[in-house]
């Protein structure tokens, strides 16, 4: 096969990337198509900001990632400063690390300190890549 000197990259419906080549210069249109998994993508769906919460709280996300193993990991803050681009770091604390991929995660907030200020992250790990979601309000845990 020749060089490519069209490289055409299309994002498809269900995390697919096709990676083809239109052109190799000599007019015989496309030559090579390649499908692979666009990146893996995670989003948190509970806890709600600007609720209330006591004693077990679920913890749910969901995932596009059915491809391989996946672990995920668990944080959370009271740190006052959320989504300040110019602020220090938020203090992230683990509650739960290397979890299966099972899209709930329980957790006992017993011995939390009260605080209307927490957040959740989740953080989905992959042998490719590690990306995560936040929610953007925080909750109240009494």
Request: proline residues 6%; glycine residues 10%.
């Amino acid at each position: 096969m020749k060089a490519c000197s069209i490289l055409l990259v299309a994002a498809i419906m269900g995390g697919l990337l096709t990676a083809g080549c239109l052109s190799d210069g000599t007019g015989n249109g496309q030559h090579e198509i390649k499908k692979g998994l666009a990146q893996s993508k995670i989003r948190l769906l509970s806890p709600v900001g600007g609720k209330n919460f006591s004693g077990v709280v679920e913890i749910r996300w969901q995932t596009n990632d059915t491809t391989g193993p996946a672990k995920v990991d668990i944080y959370y803050t009271t740190d006052p400063k959320p989504f300040c681009p110019a602020c220090p770091p938020q203090e992230w604390h683990a509650l739960a690390t290397g979890l299966e991929n099972t899209g709930v995660y329980e957790w006992n907030t017993a011995g939390q300190a009260p605080s209307d200020l927490y957040m959740i992250k989740v953080k989905l790990i992959t042998d490719n890549y590690v990306v995560e979601d936040t929610i953007e309000d925080a909750f109240s845990i009494a």
